[in-house]
């Protein structure tokens, strides 16, 4: 059965708690997460969104079980990704001729992946739909994080239904952000900003002001993923303008691959060299062969300046900071400096590649990189502390 949110919403979706990479492999979620759908009884009834594909035959059989899927009047669809539509074609046959509320970008999703004609009605900003006491008011949040998402605000109940805007993967039972670890929620949401949203950091503060500038009264945020945001909602909406703004902490991220530790050990003498000069700045170590990539992006999205570091391989870097280096430039992070350095044999292009690489992902090289022969002796120790250190001085 579903669980009552406020006398005419319920949710009705899944919590998956066994889910670990999302995006295929590209998104570690390692606290699982949920799909939220939402059932709004007034005196019409609307459905927001469903949940996953794999889910879809069970989302319909507890739906069956909460409402008479005839009494369904419309189907809202605010994002249509597999995670968020995935459930629809198994409910429209049951209820075919419901019309679906979405954007036109929103319908040109849908017919795409499901090759359906079903009975679309598409929707921009200001547009509303009457339920009887309460009315659902529709804004379109375009790349936030795809061409067709929207936000559905419901009258009365004073909620903003943001689909991926403000949630998190994060599994819950109790639903409501102040039932959990408020420090485990927030790098949840921390991390799917930096992984997911962080490319249209222009398009959330604009939607973010948008919606501020309506003057909405909102007693609940209710995203697609994750915990409803009940106690004080609008903090997480303060956290998207503090994020969207070119966020970073006093910290540096050093992420290194190593074949035979000799990069390692360079990397943490160049950490020791940047708190010989500032000993409050956070510095974070990450292995990109080891670590997992998600968590290494986080941390470079709270970081001030990042260091790469590799050994030469096959005339290049290895395979772990290539995928690292891609992503940092997919994610288009803004204002932060960086370097490079690693170790070399007989050639040695790795750190003038990785220079290059982070200067056209947007990053600020603050030299042209360091770089050791081989196994860094003592001597070789202390130069990389004193990289550090100049590096330190130069943030």
């Known amino acids: ?49 469903t949940v996953w594909q794999p889910y879809d035959t069970e989302f319909v059989a507890r739906l069956k079980e909460e409402i008479d899927l005839d009494r369904i009047d419309y189907i809202i669809m ?6 968020h539509s995935g459930a629809l074609p198994e409910l429209m046959r049951e209820i075919p001729d419901t019309p679906i509320y979405c954007t036109a970008k929103g319908e040109a999703i849908i017919r795409g992946h499901y090759h359906q004609d079903w009975n679309f009605v598409n929707v921009k900003t200001g547009d509303t739909l009457e339920l009887g006491e309460t009315t659902l008011t529709f804004i379109e949040a375009t790349m936030l994080h795809w061409p067709d998402t929207m936000f559905t605000y419901m ?15 994060f599994a819950t039972e109790t639903l409501y952000n102040d039932t959990v670890d408020a420090s485990e929620l927030y790098y949840e949401a921390e991390k799917y900003y930096a992984n997911i949203l962080n490319p249209f950091s222009m398009m959330a503060t604009k939607k973010v002001n948008e919606i501020l500038a309506m003057n909405l009264p909102i007693t609940l945020i209710c995203p697609s993923h994750g915990v409803i945001w009940k106690d004080e909602p609008t903090q997480i909406i303060t956290k998207y303008l503090e994020w969207a703004d070119a966020y970073q902490e006093n910290q540096v991220t050093i992420i290194y691959d190593t074949m035979w530790n000799s990069t390692r050990a360079m990397a943490e003498a160049i950490a020791a060299g940047i708190q010989s000069v500032d000993p409050m700045v956070r510095v974070k170590l990450m292995n990109a062969a080891k670590d997992d990539k998600s968590d290494i992006m986080t941390e470079v999205f709270r970081a001030k ?59 600020e090289a603050v030299n042209d990189g360091y770089r050791t022969l081989w196994v860094p002796d003592q001597e070789q120790i202390e130069k990389c502390r004193e990289f550090g250190a100049e590096f330190a001085r130069a943030l």
Do not use: C
């Open 1 to 49: 059965m579903g669980k009552k949110i406020t006398d005419k919403v319920t949710w009705v979706g899944k919590i998956d708690w066994e889910l670990k990479h999302f995006h295929g492999d590209e998104l570690s979620t390692n606290r699982g997460s949920s799909y939220n759908s939402y059932l709004i009884r007034d005196q019409k009834t609307a459905l927001i969104d």
């Open 78 to 83: 605010n994002h249509n990704e597999i995670d």
């Open 155 to 169: 009258s009365g109940e004073n909620i903003l239904f943001s689909n991926d805007g403000f949630g998190q993967h």
């Open 305 to 363: 300046a990042v260091l790469v570091g590799t050994p030469t391989i096959n005339n290049g870097y290895s395979f772990a900071i290539a995928g690292i280096l891609e992503l940092m430039k997919g994610l288009k992070f803004k204002k932060k400096k960086a370097a490079a350095f690693g170790s070399y044999g007989w050639s040695g292009e790795a750190v003038k590649q990785i220079t290059e690489k982070l200067g056209t992902a947007g990053f």
